[in-house]
């Protein structure tokens, strides 16, 4: 993408936006494997052999993940940042006719995503929900404003002693501020509820602090703003009427452990990267403690 809000490279050229589809972006358009959040997040939660299964340009017979079903939050999620563009609205009750089928496979044929019509008006009533609750919020009506720019793919290289290493992002939603801070929001959906201090509990489960210390790192990297500049907010939106919502930032000590949890990351990536090697879980016995609320039995008759 080319906006002149953003640079579309870096000063020192280490850092550039990019001009691809979501497939490719998922792909890693990098001339070597890349790091993502997600990869990153799979270091940290897994092992580095999961992150070699789970990329697509290290593991030979990865196979991108192709969603057949129907999914709400992925349908919000296209509708809130790009207004259902690359969606093809299917006026049909269902696909087990012969007539949907065959619509359904003409849109895929085209690149488009089919979606029944009773679906994408459920997605709808959601996103109608959320931009009414966004346009009332003390810090969040900018994110509806026609100055932000969404899905915003970035690539960026990273220097050290023991060479370079690839980098890649794609920010759901950016705002430039006059005084040149940044804004970051990214849109999640929840099955549970968005209440901040019930959804933060599993916020970190699915790597969401990696993932707010990894995009600001790539956006600095592209913008040269420094990252004390940077705000990353989350919008989290339940899966149910009424819809409800929050906008959720994490605090200086939980932002902590999200930088902390990439550098490991980072490190480990590029390690493996260097010695081609991508292990899985210690190859030696571990002794582990018994929790907390396990440990009240010791000394019971």
Avoid at 99 to 116: F, H, M, N
Wanted: glycine share 6%; net charge negative.
């Amino acid at each position: 993408m080319t906006d002149d809000r953003l640079p579309s490279v870096s000063a020192d050229g280490s850092a550039r936006l990019l001009e691809i589809t979501d497939e490719q972006y998922h792909a890693d358009p990098c001339e070597v494997p890349s790091l993502s959040s997600t990869i990153a997040s799979i270091i940290v939660k897994h092992s580095p052999y999961h992150a070699w299964v789970a990329h697509p340009k290290l593991n030979p017979d990865h196979r991108p993940t192709s969603r057949q079903t129907y999914d709400l939050g992925t349908l919000a999620h296209s509708l809130l940042l790009t207004d259902g563009a690359g969606l093809r609205v299917i006026d049909m009750d269902n696909w087990r006719t012969n007539i949907a089928k065959d619509r359904r496979d003409v849109a895929r044929s085209e690149g488009l995503t089919p979606v029944l019509r009773h679906q994408y008006d459920e997605a709808a009533s959601m996103i109608a929900a959320a931009q009414q609750q966004l346009s009332q919020h003390d810090d969040a009506a900018d994110l509806l404003s026609a100055d932000t720019l969404t899905e915003v793919p970035i690539a960026w290289t990273e220097t050290t002693d023991d060479g370079v290493t690839h980098h890649r992002a794609k920010l759901d939603n950016v705002l430039v501020c006059d005084d040149g801070s940044l804004y970051v929001w990214d849109y999640k959906t929840t099955a549970g509820t968005a209440n901040p201090h019930e959804w933060v509990k599993r916020a970190f489960d699915h790597g969401c602090d990696i993932q707010a210390a990894y995009y600001s790192r790539g956006l600095s990297a592209l913008t040269g703003v420094s990252l004390d500049r940077i705000r990353f907010r989350f919008v989290v939106q339940e899966r149910a009427e009424p819809w409800a919502l929050s906008v959720v930032a994490l605090d200086p000590p939980a932002a902590g452990v999200g930088v902390a949890k990439m550098e490991h990351a980072i490190d480990t990536w590029r390690s493996c990267m260097l010695s081609g090697r991508w292990p899985g879980y210690s190859e030696h016995v571990v002794e582990v403690e018994a929790p907390a609320w396990e440990q009240r039995w010791v000394g019971v008759s």
